[in-house]
């Protein structure tokens, strides 16, 4: 064995946090353009190049949403049991939103009808919308419990419905979100972009960065003062196989502050993605494009950081059932099929990051109207 199961629990809530961050990081911003779309393309030619920014690389960012789901199916399948069949409409509502892309990117520019393209620029818009909503309401819904429970033959149960994961808090979240996502790709596309397009893009950042910090303040305040955290109370030891009804969980006013408390390193996250997004707008004032490209993402992993940090060791608090909650340590596969995982990970990793290298390598420099017209073949 490479590590010993208690460490490599562990690292695979760092290897599944570190997909999470590479998805919104890349993706982030293909969403984030798509909702940005029908606003700061003002003509047909503007919303090309607004398409053709991402045209190379969105099918590759998409990988580190794909790897992440495979992953929690691997290493943590009571996870991706009780998360799949719990949110089983919301996923289904990312699913088919998502499908608006692919076909979107494909088959816009197929027909010059303005109708036809405007259609699909605003079907675009709800592909790249829909599922940053939906990701954010369910971290929201994470941070309040989920309502399901194992019985003794670990079969799980969900006493929740679509609509309660409409709650206040959770649309926050998923506001959140798409304000993090938007600024994000309004950074990518200052980059990527010149002349009318990259001036709206730097305004559409300073607006929804301060979006962002608003929000995520808000949420902040929120998390402290009016909802209460879980935390195990009892448990058997980390560095063997356990069932999660084996542990004694409670909840208690605070309680997703703690780990700040006790590990004061984990203050950094907030820091950064409050500190990223502040940063972005006085870069893209300042018409550093390529610096608040890096602001902005920083700001995305700090965010995310920051409700993964609250949360841990907890995975999928269970609201309804508390001894139910799915943790680090009760939540993983095997010692053995965690090792091979392991090993397979340090393999294809590297094999993603050197795909999504290439793919942003090809599509080096501006996009504009004039390129465009040059380079009509395999162009959006």
Known sequence: ???????????????????????AVTDGFDLGIGTLLPFLGKTDDERRIIIN????HWEGNQVWFVTAGGATFAAWPLVYAAAFSGMYWALLLVLFALFFRPVGFKYRSKLQDPRWRNS???LLFVGGTVPAFVFGIAFGNLLLGVPFEFDRDLRVHHSGSFFALLNPFALLAGLLSVFMLVMHGAAYLGVKTEGDVAMRARHALR????????????AGLWLATGIDGYRIVSMPPRDVAMIPLS????RAPGAWLANYGTRPWTMLAPAVGFAGAI??????????????????GLAVAGIILTAGFSMFPFVMPSSSSPN????????????LTLNILFVVVVVLLPIVICYTAWAYRVMRG????????????GMY
């Open 247 to 250: 542990k004694v969980v409670e």
């Open 366 to 377: 501006t996009i504009t109207a004039a390129s465009l017209r040059e380079n009509e073949h």
């Open 324 to 335: 139910s909650s799915l943790t680090v340590w009760d939540a993983v596969s095997s010692h």
């Open 207 to 218: 607006l929804f960065a301060g979006l962002t910090i608003a929000a995520f303040a808000l």
């Open 120 to 122: 699909w620029d605003w």
């Open 1 to 23: 064995m490479l590590f010993d199961y208690d460490t490599l629990k562990v690292i695979w809530w760092l290897l599944l946090g570190s997909l999470l961050i590479g998805f």
């Open 53 to 56: 920014s991402i045209g190379a």
């Open 279 to 296: 940063s972005a707008i006085i870069l893209s004032s300042a018409h550093r494009a390529g610096m608040a490209l890096v602001a902005s």
